[in-house]
């Protein structure tokens, strides 16, 4: 630990009181919470209200993850920390405090995993397609999000050793970080005005890990997963493009070569008589419009899990890159910035509020695509 060498005799401050940017952040908070609150409950109605749906659809099982996921941001994290900022004092005891700060860490933790396992999968439904087979698709969506799970618990529960109550004023319980209690017990030992210019050690170490962990390292995957989904376009834009590749295409299936103004790159051909009676008129008749429903439901899931990708990398990002900052550069770093920026983690929240907006645009697809298939 790095202390100021200026140290002069020291009595303990009073209790702080709240200042002008608590009360602003509880109503923001308290606004983002009661509409979270309310979107999230309808997305979880709509979600899973056709549990035999949910078997079949891997993308609607992403969706409700993604759900869950938000409404763990809203009622866990905003929820306690709008309690904290009314009352100012922990009077939880010391369990409630380390499961709450382990709430809050798996929260946001789970939020990123669920993103990750969305650009995972759609790297994996274009390098390792299940054509036909549904139930395994599923599957493999399945075995990500418990591996998305399980990592989200074990990333988080440092977060129960961390933190503990602790008294620094009398009647004046606070959940409080390890580090803090330290440096609160060091100022008392040495009955000085200690300026610290940055943090323990083992808090910095802690504090970098716990912000590459919940986002660095999730922006990195996410970034590696469209980079490989970008690529495998444009070669194979080429391949498709090609107009020998369309024809035999055409012909093996019977179709026609004319561009549709649907989805699909191909549309009916022309029955006659002739072929009326042929195997091939099934065929004709039918992959088409599975083609266009196919090409359709592909784009539609690329384009939300896109818009969940780009909402939260704009959400995320700007309260993350000012802590790593803070903690690269501790010195450099200007508390006046903290100061009119400490609205940014607010942003976060507004990630769960925003969310279901972006995947629920995609219901109205599921239901006409799972009529579709009834029929």
């Known amino acids: 630990m790095r202390l100021s060498e200026e140290a002069v005799d020291w009595d303990p401050p009073p209790p702080p009181t709240r200042i002008a940017s608590d009360y602003i952040e509880m109503g923001y908070l308290l606004v983002l919470g009661a509409v979270g609150a309310i979107v999230n409950l309808i997305a979880f109605t709509n979600l899973n209200e056709r549990p035999s749906v949910a078997r079949r659809d891997r993308l609607l099982v992403l969706k409700q993850h993604m759900n ?13 920390r709008v309690c904290w900022l009314t009352i100012y004092t922990w009077n939880g005891g010391n369990v409630l405090c380390k499961f709450v700060k382990f709430g809050q860490a798996l929260s946001f933790q789970i939020s990123s995993n669920v993103v990750v396992v969305i650009a995972v999968d759609r790297v994996l439904s274009l390098l390792v397609p299940l054509r036909g087979c549904r139930t395994a698709a599923v ?45 609160w017990q060091l100022s008392l030992e040495n009955k000085q005005n200690i ?39 444009w070669k194979r834009r080429s391949t498709v493009s090609s107009p020998s590749s369309v024809s035999t295409y055409a012909g ?32 004709a008749t039918t992959r088409p419009f599975r083609t266009r429903s196919t090409s359709c439901s592909r784009r539609q899931a690329m384009r939300v899990s896109c818009a969940l990708v780009v909402a939260y990398v704009l959400c995320w990002l700007p309260y993350n890159s000012l802590v790593l900052w803070k903690l690269i550069d501790p010195v450099g770093y200007s508390a006046q910035i903290e100061s009119k920026m400490y609205f940014i983690n607010g942003l976060i929240v507004v990630n769960s509020v925003v969310n279901p907006f972006l995947y629920g645009t995609f219901r109205k697809q599921i239901d006409h695509r799972t009529f579709d298939q009834k029929k």
Request: hydrophobic fraction near 50%; proline fraction near 5%; aromatic fraction near 16%.
């Open 252 to 283: 093996h299936v019977g179709l026609s070569t004319s561009r549709s103004p649907a989805c699909s790159s191909v549309r009916f051909a022309v029955v006659t008589e002739e072929t009326r009676g042929s195997s091939n008129y099934k065929l």
């Open 68 to 80: 869950y996921s938000d409404m763990m941001v809203i009622f866990l994290y905003t929820t306690s």
């Open 139 to 183: 599957a493999r969506v399945h075995c990500l999000l418990v591996g998305a799970w399980v990592t989200a618990v074990a990333l988080s529960l440092p977060q129960m050793f961390v933190w503990k109550v602790f008294e620094p004023f009398p009647n004046w319980p606070q959940c409080s970080g390890i580090w803090e209690i330290s440096r």
């Open 195 to 233: 300026t610290i210019y940055y943090t323990f050690t083992a808090e910095r170490i802690y504090n970098i890990y716990h912000i590459v962990v919940i986002f660095w390292l999730p922006l990195a995957l996410i970034t590696l997963c469209y980079a490989t989904v970008i690529v495998w376009l």
